[in-house]
């Protein structure tokens, strides 16, 4: 069985680190979507779930991976990280209790904490539901960020050759 | 400003609506020349006038669209004389005591003769082509065309070409990629220009900083060039190309040479140049070993020997006054193709009065060449490239109907790929990534992006070329050169008009 | 084929998980020692405190057994092993026969020797029952005295203290958090204790409970001799690997139940897995119990895979922790605690802003990252935990790695080194996702993908080498 894995990858060569990423990210999950008043208007602070890493001339927009057998769920003490059917890791908000096991497992740092109507919760990359591309892979305007919808390896796929790892 | 001095005045204001401002800081990042500032005290983003140049990549990237980049507001006593622009390089020079650099091409208000040119259609008498419906041919051959043809017949009874033709390069568009350094340019430039090439069938030009390993692949669409300071010019890279280019002149700085500054010259630019890192490439003004067209013929010959005569070798040079004689002393020196460079063609570094002040315009140095190499029945010994100032397809079409085989692009190249004409070039700071080294600012240009970006500004000038011959009622844009009774002047002098050879609009 | 699994916590669901992955028709049966399905444990401080309902503790529901067709045995235990038979002992003396094994019987809370500490009013504070008994004395409960500063201590601590409790913290060690925190970190840690009004007490520890003539716990006794009143005791001072009901099986046991990589005990057909067993330690680089909830599941997982047949390896894990008491939040892991300057072969790195309330610490040894402890600013914690995973050398961006600059560098060198094609240093990347799009792509154009289609199609050709 292959099924369909999704992943944005970033392309380090790309990125030149304006954040625009960042920006949209912010947006797509804020109350109204709309650029000014998510960062303006909003009670909910604006949260980014993509984050440009930016060294000198090194940069690059890391998101969650939705990893195949990710460290964030198997940290999850509350079963509020979950896998998909469809290969997505996805937070579910109401039965998280903030922890703090995911932001420490996830060696991509990519899931962090968020605070929203002060209730905190673990926050991650959902591969925007609502859109068709991710907010981040449609603002960046140096294609620094790829959608792959390709098919990946299933899970079996990947049981099948695991010889050495883990 | 506090500590500028008093007698710099901004050129630009940088208007930013606090309404819409998100505070995403992507202007503060993207802007190069530190225009603009995030204050944390203030938790405010802002500008800083005297900085801005004018290049708009923060009105660009700014997501909410709160950037207005305006002409400063505050304006000189008015002086029909005294420009705001020789005021401020006045002050600068009385200021610095140096020669002002700037890069692009000449933007003074010289007259623009396209302007002044008008195209033919055919009306009922002559029926006009519909290039949807019918072949239309765009294939330009560049290179030296036998005085004639000889036939002969093989045992068949077959005929077969007898004649020995030289070597050609063969552009499905008659618009190649002008000659823009290594150095002056980044790599994601050249990369973007070689696969756009290759992608349109057509060529694409190193400039004088040779021609970098991992391009050698696109060798065959590449004309390389052998400037006054032989930059990275070896076995293998005139091996590689598909044409060689001796450049003598460059239309916005005729005359002159050209200096990279040292710090511009990274590890891989130095292994491409051949220079050391950090020194600073000086190209003299002239070949030291050509002073004459004797000359020049042994450089020629010196470079087809190298290459055992299979690739055409080009002559690039400014046009100035005697533009024609020299023309012909280069076409009976023995190159392929003579490329002539106006005097609003762009550059990367020169003095601001030069290029503001030195050359001719390129339709009159076309018109003038075109004509003495016919005058002296060898026109057919060379082909001629237009360069210097082409900014859309009808250029391209009256180039072509006053005499010129195909024109370079340089600045409109540039401006595809995002150029917004600063000028600031010569800085090494360029805000869209394009005449940058600095690895940080280079990766602004995507060459994947860029790539398609010019692949497309071909695709659509090659369209409209084709519309415009069809209209004229040519079906190949071979029978268009030269072809200057579908020219026809407005608003021209008479002896405009003899030099370019066109007759007044109605007549 | 038929799977026991003695043990209804995490590693038990993730071994169901990984069996049923492989094996659609075995039988499983789930030995449970609880009359419930699998729950979190850690979440029963969250409860006590009120942040969670009840209905929210469980783990699994009913329907995940149902829906992999699991038979859970609720209320009894693993009461004894009879290898040579190939059956195991439920409590009350009945047998079950097996095929293969898994042990996951979990941990038991260790109670120290103290005077009076059998009898109502003194609690272990691991499972729900225990949360239970002490919500039921919560409103006699004035006064309570929780002993061990550790995780569930504190937790407990914070729970209590949400509920109106006065409470008073005994630490044997001289730190709060012994096992996470060093000297400076925990002063921070007294700090917030302070300001909430927790009472502590350090570098003692309680030798008896003293109790009313009804049997109630009216205070408790330091070793001291200090008095601290009080209603209830709350031990918990760390767990022990269930290994009792082993006794006598000759299965191979030290602290815990040794295991090798492919989560295999000494015996055959039984597996182990979670808070019983000593696993491979990937920092010390040998085996010792780590009782640890994602330790647990991927042990299970592995263990799981491989009753079924698979050919899973457990390349080690170390401590990892995160935990958050009266707005104090601390992230660690690894080898956290070392003191700067005390050891010559590990070199500690610390950052530190009491203004904004910012620690960092990374303990680096032979250039490799050993183990970090954030205090406060947890956001980005994974990316450590990411480098100690890969094993990289942190050499070249050792001095970023504290400071308040971006772990660019850092992060980049974690993504690089797990690109499939320079994954030396981490065999697990595999789990992971491609990290960054693959180098070939990047080796220039000589066909210009132009659709990102293109571009995938060889992406995924580099995914299935």
Not at chain 2, 56 to 68: F, Q
Not at chain 2, 139 to 164: F, M, S
Not at chain 2, 267 to 280: A, L
Request: proline share 5%; hydrophobic share 40%; charged share 25%.
């Amino acid at each position: 069985m292959r099924q369909i894995k999704r992943r944005i990858y970033p392309i380090e060569e790309n990125c030149m680190g304006c954040r625009l990423c960042e920006v949209a990210c912010a947006v797509e999950h804020s109350r109204t979507k709309d650029p000014i008043a998510a960062f303006l208007e909003e009670d909910w602070e604006p949260f980014s779930h993509t984050v440009v890493e930016m060294m000198g001339p090194i940069s690059f927009s890391l998101s969650c991976r939705h990893c195949d057998e990710p460290y964030c769920v198997e940290a999850c003490i509350s079963g509020a990280l979950r896998v998909e059917d469809d290969g997505r890791v996805v937070v579910y908000e109401e039965v998280c209790v903030a922890c703090g096991m995911c932001v420490v497992s996830c060696p991509w740092g990519a899931i962090k904490p968020r605070k929203r109507n002060g209730v905190v919760k673990a926050a991650k990359c959902d591969l925007c539901p609502d859109r068709e591309v991710p907010a981040c892979v449609a603002a960046c305007p140096n294609r620094a960020l790829i959608f792959d919808t390709a098919l990946g390896p299933g899970l079996e796929k990947v049981e099948e050759e695991e010889i050495i790892e883990g | 400003m506090l500590y500028d001095s008093v007698f710099v005045f901004p050129n630009f204001e940088v208007e930013r609506n606090y309404e819409r401002c998100i505070v995403c800081k992507a202007c503060v990042q993207q802007c190069t020349f530190d225009a603009t500032f995030y204050l944390p005290y203030r938790g405010r983003v802002v500008s800083k006038d005297t900085n801005c140049v004018g290049c708009r990549r923060c009105e660009a990237i700014c997501p909410t669209g709160a950037i207005k980049i305006r002409r400063y507001q505050g304006e000189f006593k008015e002086n029909a004389y005294w420009t705001p622009r020789d005021l401020k390089d006045l002050y600068k020079q009385a200021e610095q005591g140096g020669v002002i650099l700037t890069g692009g091409g000449n933007d003074r208000p010289y007259p623009i003769y396209w302007d002044h040119i008008l195209l033919d259609a055919c009306q009922v008498t002559n029926p006009s082509i519909d290039p949807l419906r019918e072949p239309m041919e765009l294939r330009t051959y560049l290179g030296r065309k036998p005085d004639r043809v000889e036939i002969e017949y093989n045992d068949e009874g077959e005929p077969e070409l007898k004649t020995r033709i030289g070597p050609n390069l063969v552009a499905e568009v008659p618009v190649i990629f002008a000659p823009m350094s290594y150095g002056a340019l980044n790599l994601n430039m050249h990369r973007a220009e070689a696969a756009a090439a290759k992608a349109m069938g057509t060529y694409w030009n190193t400039g004088e900083g040779g021609l970098h390993r991992e391009l050698y692949p696109y060798g065959d669409h590449t004309i390389v060039q052998v400037a006054s300071g032989r930059f990275g010019v070896h076995a293998e890279y005139l091996q590689v190309s598909a044409a060689m280019e001796i450049k003598i002149g460059q239309g916005a700085k005729p005359g002159i040479g050209g200096h990279l500054p040292g710090g511009k010259v990274d590890e891989e630019i130095s292994k491409t140049r051949m220079i050391p890192v950090g020194s600073d490439a000086l190209s003299p003004a002239p070949h030291h070993d050509i002073y004459s067209i004797e000359d020049l013929r042994q450089l020629i010959y010196a470079l087809k020997e190298a290459t055992n005569y299979e690739k055409p070798v080009s002559v690039k040079i400014a046009a100035v006054h005697n533009v024609a004689a020299i023309a012909s002393g280069i076409a009976r020196a023995g190159a392929d193709i003579i490329v002539l460079d106006g005097f609003r063609g762009g550059t990367g570094a020169s003095p601001a009065i030069v290029r503001d002040n030195v050359g001719i315009p390129i339709e009159m140095a076309l018109a003038a060449v075109d004509q003495r190499l016919r005058d002296e029945g060898i026109r057919n010994w060379v082909s001629i490239i237009a360069a210097g100032g082409i900014r859309n397809s009808g250029d391209v079409i009256k180039a072509v109907a006053l005499g010129a085989d195909a024109v370079y692009i340089g600045t409109a190249a540039l401006l595809a790929v995002g150029c917004t004409l600063c000028h600031k070039c010569y800085t090494g700071k360029c805000a869209w990534g394009i005449t940058t080294n600095d690895p940080y600012i280079a990766k602004r240009l995507n060459p994947e992006i860029a790539a398609e970006r010019l692949t497309n500004l071909l695709k659509a000038w090659a369209h409209e070329m084709k519309e415009m011959l069809g209209l004229m009622g040519i079906n190949a844009i071979e029978s268009l050169r030269g072809n200057r009774l579908r020219l026809r002047a407005v608003g021209l002098t008479r002896e405009e008009m003899d030099i370019l050879g066109i007759l007044p609009a109605g007549a | 084929m038929r799977y026991v699994i003695a043990g209804n916590s995490v590693a038990a669901v993730a071994a169901i998980e990984a069996i049923r992955r492989r094996d659609d028709g075995g039988e499983i049966v789930v030995i449970s020692p609880e009359p419930r399905t699998a729950y979190c444990r850690p979440l029963i401080t969250y409860h006590l405190a009120g942040q969670v309902p009840s209905e929210r503790l469980p783990y699994k529901q009913e329907g995940f057994y149902r829906a992999r067709d699991v038979r859970v045995i609720y209320g009894k235990a693993l009461e004894g092993l009879e290898p040579e038979k190939g059956r195991v002992v439920l409590t009350g003396g009945e047998r079950l026969e097996y095929d293969r094994l898994l042990l996951a019987m979990g941990a038991r809370p260790f109670i120290p020797p103290m005077d009076g500490v059998e009898g109502p009013g003194v609690y272990p504070f691991t499972s729900i029952d225990h949360m239970e008994a002490v919500e039921a004395h919560l409103k006699d409960w004035r006064e309570v005295v929780v002993v061990g500063a550790g995780m569930i201590g504190m937790k407990a601590a914070e729970a209590l203290h949400s509920r109106g409790v006065r409470v008073t913290i005994v630490e044997l060690l001289d730190k709060i958090l012994p096992v996470v925190l060093d000297n400076a970190s925990s002063l921070w840690a007294q700090e917030t204790l302070e300001k909430a009004g927790v009472e502590y007490v350090l570098g003692d520890s309680v030798v008896a409970v003293e109790r009313d003539p009804q049997g109630g716990v009216r205070g408790v006794t330091l070793k001291s001799g200090t008095f601290i009143p009080c209603q209830g005791v709350i031990v918990a001072v760390g767990v022990r690997p269930n290994v009792g009901p082993l006794e006598g099986s000759g299965i191979e046991v030290n602290k815990g139940v040794i295991v090798d990589d492919r989560m295999e005990t000494s015996l055959e057909n039984v597996f182990a897995a979670g808070d019983l067993v000593e696993a491979y330690d990937l920092i010390l680089g040998a085996k010792r119990p780590i009782q640890l909830w994602p330790l647990a599941y991927r042990q299970g997982l592995i263990a799981g895979a491989n009753l079924a047949g698979g050919r899973k390896r457990y390349v080690g894990g170390f401590p990892i922790n995160s935990v958050g008491f009266f707005g104090f939040k601390v992230a660690s892991a690894g080898l956290s605690t070392v003191e700067p300057g005390v050891e010559e072969s590990f070199e500690v790195l610390v950052y530190e802003d009491r203004e904004k309330g910012i620690f960092r610490k990374a303990v680096v040894g032979n250039n490799r990252l050993m183990g970090f402890l954030l205090l406060n600013d947890t956001s980005r914690a994974g990316i450590y935990s990411g480098l100690i995973w890969s094993r990289m050398d942190v050499s070249p961006f050792k001095d970023a790695l504290v400071e308040e600059v971006s772990l660019a560098e850092a992060c980049r060198a974690v993504t690089r080194g797990m690109e499939p094609w320079s994954f030396d240093s981490m065999r697990d990347f595999r789990r992971m996702g491609w990290a960054l799009f693959p180098r070939s792509y990047r080796k220039h154009f000589t066909a210009m993908p132009s659709r990102i289609e293109e571009v995938c199609a060889f992406e995924s050709e580099v995914c299935t080498i």
